[in-house]
T-cell receptor, first 114, second 120 residues
Framework: ELKVEQNPLFLSMQEGKNYTIYCNYS?????LYWYRQDPGKSLESLFV?????AVKQEGRLMASLDTKARLSTLHITAAVHDLSATYFC??????????????FGTGTRLQVFP | EPEVTQTPSHQVTQMGQEVILRCVPI?????FYWYRQILGQKVEFLVS????????KSEIFDDQFSVERPDGSNFTLKIRSTKLEDSAMYFC??????????????????FGNGTRLTVT
């Protein structure tokens, strides 16, 4: 059974600092997604990572994928308050000819303070 | 930008009652999903749906749950006899079709705003 774990579960960081969120998954997959969720809101897609070594950047967020280590990272550069949210990674698991399913990680709740 | 629409935004029901949660996926999408999130916890997969049939379902999706795409635009989740532990936020999601008979993995799942179900 595919398991996806994130750490840390909770992250409180000061504005301007850098930090990395880690996402580990248990079985082979070469498709990984990062989502953001604000309190009481829906899930917003941030990144889709499709291959080993993939790196994508959007503003202060950068995501990478190492399929051999079954590890993805979400790096935050010079955090600002607007980045406060819960971040989920999700790994795709599929069978031929069927719709896939995304298995979500435990989530990392990020709080950025002045 | 097209979006996934869910109604109602909040549903309160008594234990043992039937509820139907409604979703209108993005119009050219052909893969559909239901997820749920118990308050403060992780997002759990319930069911995926393609080509008018269930592709995969989780252990949570037992005989009390069913999905339908009755009219080519709506996608519904029915819970036949609700339990207290069914209280959660239910998210519908859809994904674009690549046109090649394969899931377009470079396209993310697009989620609706959710229906908060409260079972009393």
């Amino acid at each position: 059974e595919l398991k996806v774990e994130q750490n840390p579960l909770f992250l409180s960081m000061q504005e301007g600092k850098n930090y990395t969120i880690y996402c580990n998954y248990s079985t082979t997959s070469d498709r990984l997604y990062w989502y953001r969720q604000d309190p009481g809101k829906s899930l917003e897609s941030l990144f889709v990572l499709l291959s080993n070594g993939a790196v994508k950047q959007e503003g202060r967020l950068m995501a990478s994928l190492d399929t051999k280590a079954r590890l993805s990272t979400l790096h935050i550069t010079a955090a600002v308050h607007d980045l406060s949210a819960t971040y989920f990674c999700a790994v795709s698991h599929t069978k031929v000819g069927r719709a896939d399913k995304l298995i979500f990680g435990t989530g990392t709740r990020l709080q950025v303070f002045p | 930008e097209p979006e996934v629409t869910q109604t109602p935004s909040h549903q309160v029901t008594q234990m043992g009652q039937e509820v139907i949660l409604r979703c209108v996926p993005i119009s050219n999408h052909l893969y559909f999903y239901w997820y749920r999130q118990i308050l403060g916890q992780k997002v759990e997969f319930l069911v995926s749906f393609y080509n008018n049939e269930i592709s995969e379902k989780s252990e949570i999706f037992d005989d009390q749950f069913s999905v339908e795409r009755p009219d080519g635009s709506n996608f519904t989740l029915k819970i036949r006899s609700t339990k207290l532990e069914d209280s959660a936020m239910y998210f519908c999601a859809s994904r674009a079709y690549s046109g090649r008979g394969r899931v377009p993995y470079n396209s993310p799942l697009h989620f609706g705003n959710g229906t908060r179900l409260t079972v009393t």
